[in-house]
């Protein structure tokens, strides 16, 4: 990857980190919650019961958990809510098969670098995992 490239990638999870959007509780939403045992990120996802391309999260957790929970409540606003758990699982399948070159598109692609960090792609999954949770609940 070339520097230029490497850098706006990590700008944008800086600007997600630092302020991630849809960070709040919805009340009166579908929730689940889970937490990533090796490094203590805790999160929880909510969908709003009734305006459901309204995704939100509150979390302790890292900042690629966290710039990748903003991402994500970015995207499926954008999205039919038809389409957000074949999305969600197609998004979570790509880290876990380590034999391709990820390509997520838009600000999701800086999160491909954590790719090569074993140790932290749940970190970056694990909003989406969560999210998958409410979607088993319905």
């Known amino acids: 990857m070339n520097p230029d490239l490497q850098n706006l990638y990590k700008q ?3 600007k997600h980190s630092k302020n991630p959007l849809n960070n709040y509780e919805i009340e009166h ?5 889970k937490r990533n045992p090796l ?4 999160i929880t996802v909510y969908q709003d019961r009734d305006e459901q391309s309204r995704v939100a999260f509150t979390a302790q957790a890292c900042s690629i958990c966290l710039a990748s929970a903003s991402m994500m409540t970015e995207k499926l606003s954008e ?3 038809t389409d957000h758990k074949s999305f969600a699982e197609d ?5 876990k098969d ?4 990820l390509d997520l598109g838009g600000e999701l692609e800086s999160l491909s670098g954590v790719q090569a960090f074993p140790s932290r792609i749940r970190c970056a999954t694990l ?3 969560t999210f998958l949770e409410i979607k088993k609940e319905e």
């Open 91 to 95: 998004f979570v399948s790509k880290f």
């Open 127 to 129: 909003p989406w995992e």
């Open 98 to 101: 380590r034999s391709k070159q």
């Open 79 to 81: 999205l039919d809510p």
């Open 29 to 33: 939403s579908h929730s689940a919650t």
């Open 12 to 14: 944008t999870l800086l």
């Open 39 to 42: 490094c203590g990120d805790e």
